[in-house]
């Protein structure tokens, strides 16, 4: 299994932007179709958005997210990064990547995440 090591999280007021790192070791992103998950405590951890090995194919879970986040790999760096702008409270919780998860088995341990907070 390869590692994630998950930065860039904070905390926010309403409109502001962050982007998210995910550092891969052990295993090659560039092998994996990637994605950004989500998880509000209680609840299941929920895809937020997915990109192909080559960048190719991009998905977002949502029309809302879909119109103020972007996913990006560099697979040289073998990092994966999610762009969110005009971030909303509802927003707030852990944030998480790993392969994707419709393309197959987690390849990654999960990392530690981390923890995006956007104040109204």
């Known amino acids: 299994q390869g590692q994630l090591d998950e930065s860039g999280g904070g905390l926010v007021q309403a409109g502001g932007s962050l982007r998210l790192s995910c550092a891969a070791s052990?295993?090659?992103?560039?092998?994996?179709?990637m994605a950004w998950y989500r998880q509000v405590p209680g609840k299941e951890r929920e895809i937020v958005a997915s990109?192909?090995?080559?960048?190719?194919?991009?998905?977002y879970a949502t029309y809302s997210v879909k119109h103020r986040f972007t996913i990006i790999r560099d697979n040289d760096k073998n990092t994966l990064y999610l762009q969110m702008n005009s971030l909303e409270p509802e927003d707030t919780t852990m944030y998480y990547c790993?392969?994707?998860?419709?393309?197959?088995?987690?390849?990654?341990?999960w990392g530690p995440g981390t923890q995006v907070t956007v104040s109204s």
């Open positions: 990109i192909s090995w080559s960048g190719a194919n991009i998905n």
């Open positions: 790993n392969s994707d998860r419709h393309c197959g088995p987690y390849y990654f341990d």
């Open positions: 052990g295993r090659n992103i560039s092998d994996y179709n």
